[in-house]
């Protein structure tokens, strides 16, 4: 009896062959290997994986029919092999265009469709994309305010934003959190932000934290004439956490933190909703656990879909180098490209950061960046207000036309120098790609007249 090993239905198409518009296309790199077996049917494998996220099960049913399967079932529009001289082995990128008529807007079950069993498939698969539909994307608003609309709050219309982490993670008072957050206010930090760690702990909660360290941003912004803005921690269940947005705002708080392990679903719910008039970071250490299934890009994308107006981003020069530089790059790449009217979410290259890593990370990352320090400011050895000094003369020290150093030794930048004097000062390496062999590699000239 003769039978397609391979469904049309899933196989014979392209990506310039289906309406994109109703689909969601999933990209995955997979590598599966098996000692002293040289036929690895590798498309039999996808058709599985790509069924379990759409019609289909081990075992075909009558009900699966091909018109069910032409309306229904994800497609492959994209196998790109990575060749390798391992002949047991096959690595690709496979690309899964799966209906939106199957869930609608239905975030929770988009999830399971492209990121569900699919991982059980393969020992080594990881999603490295996601392109969103149009016909999807226009039921999800994206970010309120976004990196225009932190700008226009905080005043600052160009240069990278420097944020205060508040420590230690918990077991302050408010009145020493206060305290703290007065402290960096004076030294010209932008903004400040609880620690993801710290919720409505037995000697501070939000209730009692908010008025006091508002009261403090205020009485600093009598002084500087520029207003912080306080990312007040609400992480919690969905129900609970908008409850306690609202109740933060109520008492003054001008911004709030979500954590990742809250879901995207309850950050979409928040950010959606009318009464939350504040900005909203996420906060993205939850994703660790899903570095192994989840490229970073692919999480900053829905986070910035979800409403995210700024989020944690991961970088090479971090204390936790999680990614590759390019990885952590192609993340703020997800936040700031243009994506209809979806506003950019403002990327946060974080974690063991200190002022001497300045200009590698604006270099990178660019001017729309907020740069959150915790240690590497609050541990300046001149205390609180100059370390925030430090990372203001940091910044302007990256965006100046004067050697970095250079600037560091201006007596008005004193405490950029002993920021440097205690932390230290790399340079960025340079890679010798684009020329033949280092030998050939131009050198700088000085002439004499």
Avoid at 356 to 381: N, S
């Amino acid at each position: 009896m003769y039978k397609r090993y391979y469904d049309p239905n899933i196989f014979l198409n392209m990506l310039d062959g289906i309406d994109l518009d109703n689909h969601v296309i999933a990209s995955y790199y997979m590598k599966d290997r098996l000692e002293g077996i040289k036929f690895l049917d590798h498309f039999s494998l996808v058709q599985a994986m790509g069924l379990e996220g759409s019609t289909g099960t081990w075992e075909k049913v009558a009900e699966d029919t091909d018109e069910l399967r032409a309306a229904m079932s994800s497609r492959m529009v994209g196998y790109h092999e990575i060749p390798g001289e391992d002949e047991y082995t096959k690595a690709a990128v496979v690309q899964l265009a799966f209906p939106i008529r199957a869930w609608g807007d239905n975030l929770p079950m988009m999830l399971l469709a492209v990121a569900g069993n699919c991982f059980a498939y393969s020992k080594n698969l990881i999603m490295t994309d996601i392109f969103i539909g149009k016909n999807l994307l226009k039921k999800f608003q994206g970010p309120k305010f976004g990196v225009p609309g932190v700008r226009e709050l905080t005043g600052v219309k160009e240069r990278p934003l420097s944020l205060h982490i508040i420590k230690p993670k918990m077991g302050m008072t408010p009145e020493q959190t206060a305290n703290q957050v007065y402290q960096t206010a004076l030294g010209g930090a932008d903004m400040c932000k609880d620690d993801e760690m710290l919720a409505d702990a037995y000697n501070s909660t939000a209730e009692q934290r908010v008025p006091v360290i508002m009261d403090a941003i205020n009485r600093a912004a009598d002084k500087m004439g520029k207003k912080m803005i306080y990312l007040c921690s609400i992480t919690d269940e969905s129900d609970k956490m908008v409850a306690k947005a609202k109740r933060a705002i109520e008492l003054g708080a001008n911004g709030l933190l979500v954590a990742y392990s809250a879901g995207l679903p309850a950050l979409r719910r928040l950010t959606s909703d009318p009464d939350i008039t504040v900005p909203v970071m996420l906060h993205a250490s939850h994703m660790i656990a899903m570095m192994k299934q989840m490229a970073w890009p692919v999480l900053a994308k829905l986070c910035r879909l979800c409403g995210a107006d700024l989020m944690l981003t991961p970088t090479y020069w971090s204390s936790i180098p999680m990614v590759s530089m390019e990885e952590g790059l192609r993340t703020s790449f997800m936040q700031l490209a243009p994506w209809g009217y979806i506003k950019p979410t403002f990327p946060m290259p974080c974690a063991g950061v200190y002022p001497g890593l300045a200009p590698i990370i604006i270099g990178e990352y660019g001017t729309d960046i907020v740069i959150p320090a915790g240690g590497g400011m609050l541990g300046h050895p001149d205390g609180y207000t100059a370390g925030a000094k430090s990372w203001q003369q940091a910044i302007a020290g990256a965006l100046s036309e004067d050697d970095f150093i250079e600037f560091a030794k201006k007596p008005e930048n004193g405490e950029l120098r002993r920021a440097i004097e205690h932390w230290g000062y790399i340079e960025r390496p340079k890679a010798p790609w684009l020329r033949v062999a280092p030998e050939f590699h131009p050198k700088p000239m000085k002439f004499d007249d």
